[in-house]
């Protein structure tokens, strides 16, 4: 049911690899699914699930899913357990206690895939910052950009447009 969410090809490559060396994102979803449902059925509390929910949303915020995709495993799971039930194999006060923890479950998995973007996001601001940092010292090294500790002689926020101007490249 989670491999729903994944194009096609990945779903392909997620099942295929049997262990872990070969596939290490199709055994990391394996475990985590196994593991969320070991412990909703035991009854295990949702906030010591963490973890497995930690280690499904980043394999998701990887493949920059939207949440509503990405989290979709858990609904599936109500319906897989609504079945269940009509088939008699489940008794409702225990459909009841079980969708109250997928509930809750569904809750803390998008807090965690909602951490794991913003740190993906805090990365990629950070190579862009690094990046525009090198290029300024480039055109300050080439005479493109002034001194920021000197006084700007009137040409804008610190770009030498004479020098731009009059293609200068020094």
């Not at 997620?14 to 060396?21: A, C, H, I, L």
């Not at 897989?80 to 997928?102: M, V, Y």
């Given at each position: 049911m989670i491999l729903l969410a994944f194009p096609k090809t990945s779903a392909a490559f997620f099942k295929s690899g049997k262990n872990r060396f070969d596939n290490p994102l199709g055994?990391?979803?394996?475990?985590?699914?196994?593991?969320?449902?070991?412990?909703?059925?035991?009854?295990?509390?949702?906030?010591?699930?963490?973890?497995?929910?930690?280690?499904?949303?980043?394999?998701?915020?990887?493949?920059?899913?939207?949440?509503?995709?990405?989290?979709h495993y858990l609904v599936d799971l109500k319906t897989i357990i609504r079945s269940e039930l009509d088939n008699g194999n489940l008794s409702s006060a225990k459909t009841d206690n079980l969708f109250s923890s997928i509930d809750?479950?569904?809750?803390?998995?998008?807090?965690?895939?909602m951490s794991c973007r913003e740190k993906i996001m805090e990365l990629r601001i950070n190579d862009v910052k690094r990046n525009i940092s090198g290029l300024m010292r480039e055109l300050h090294r080439h005479g493109f950009l002034e001194d920021p500790d000197e006084p700007s002689q009137g040409d804008g926020p610190g770009m030498c447009a004479s020098r731009l101007s009059r293609g200068d490249d020094r």
């Amino acid at each position: 049911m989670i491999l729903l969410a994944f194009p096609k090809t990945s779903a392909a490559f997620f099942k295929s690899g049997k262990n872990r060396f070969d596939n290490p994102l199709g055994a990391t979803l394996k475990e985590g699914l196994e593991g969320l449902l070991s412990g909703l059925l035991e009854g295990t509390d949702v906030t010591q699930m963490s973890d497995i929910l930690d280690r499904i949303a980043k394999i998701h915020t990887i493949q920059d899913m939207p949440a509503s995709k990405a989290l979709h495993y858990l609904v599936d799971l109500k319906t897989i357990i609504r079945s269940e039930l009509d088939n008699g194999n489940l008794s409702s006060a225990k459909t009841d206690n079980l969708f109250s923890s997928i509930d809750e479950l569904t809750l803390h998995a998008f807090d965690a895939y909602m951490s794991c973007r913003e740190k993906i996001m805090e990365l990629r601001i950070n190579d862009v910052k690094r990046n525009i940092s090198g290029l300024m010292r480039e055109l300050h090294r080439h005479g493109f950009l002034e001194d920021p500790d000197e006084p700007s002689q009137g040409d804008g926020p610190g770009m030498c447009a004479s020098r731009l101007s009059r293609g200068d490249d020094r």
